[in-house]
């Protein structure tokens, strides 16, 4: 795994990461998790950026959305968010919460760097639907940010962190990604990788 540094760094934007330090705080108090899976969302949105580098994205909405879209934890209280973890429901109140409060912290910090306004409302409407998929497969960004971070559920560390905590014996969970797959990615990419992900973990249990 690669440094915030190092990840942001190949975007050549201080920017970035110094939005990133604005928002640590509250990816520090919200999921143990938190801070590194929005570390692993970033790299994979980063690789797919530089993929798709021809076409017309805009690094200036996507990679804040990516930033602030799980920093809404923090405000979800604890007993609450014991209850969110795995394979919950739309409706879920931890889900609802974290993007609400996420879209509210996000529009905090831009308004105080006075960050373009134009962008600041789709940035926060990605915070806000990012787990919705009826809401997020209608706006191409917050399609490109949802599924960049359901991809990050074929990574080792949520993976195995879910395990640990009991949240899912390891065939539910296998089973769950597997599901996944089709029913969550639209980009080739991405289903591919998803698909290759969870073969090597199969194969690693194998042995
Ligand atoms: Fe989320
Ligand atoms: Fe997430």
């Not at 580098?53 to 990679?63: A, C, F, T, W």
């Amino acid at each position: 795994m690669q440094s915030m540094k190092d990840i942001l760094g190949k975007m050549k934007n201080p920017f970035f990461l110094r939005l990133m330090g604005l928002t640590r705080p509250f990816l520090i108090s919200g999921r143990s998790f938190d801070l590194t899976h929005t570390e692993e969302a970033l790299h994979e949105l980063i690789n797919f950026l530089k993929l798709k580098k021809n076409k017309e994205l805009n690094h200036n909405i996507l990679i804040p959305a990516m930033i602030f879209h799980d920093c809404g934890w923090s405000k979800v209280p604890k007993n609450i968010l014991n209850l969110s973890y795995g394979d919950v429901k739309a409706d879920n109140p931890g889900k609802i919460i974290h993007q609400k409060e996420g879209a509210l912290i996000a529009k905090k910090i831009l308004k105080e760097i006075n960050y373009d306004s134009e962008l600041v409302d789709e940035i926060c409407y990605i915070v806000s639907v990012h787990d919705n998929p009826s809401k997020y497969k209608k706006n191409p960004n917050a399609l490109i940010v949802a599924e960049t971070d359901k991809l990050v559920r074929y990574g080792d560390l949520l993976f195995y962190e879910l395990i640990k905590k009991r949240i899912q014996t390891l065939e539910e969970r296998i089973n769950f990604l597997e599901n996944g797959i089709e029913k969550w990615f639209s980009i080739p990419e991405y289903k591919a990788k998803a698909r290759s992900l969870l073969e090597q973990k199969r194969s690693k249990l194998k042995h």
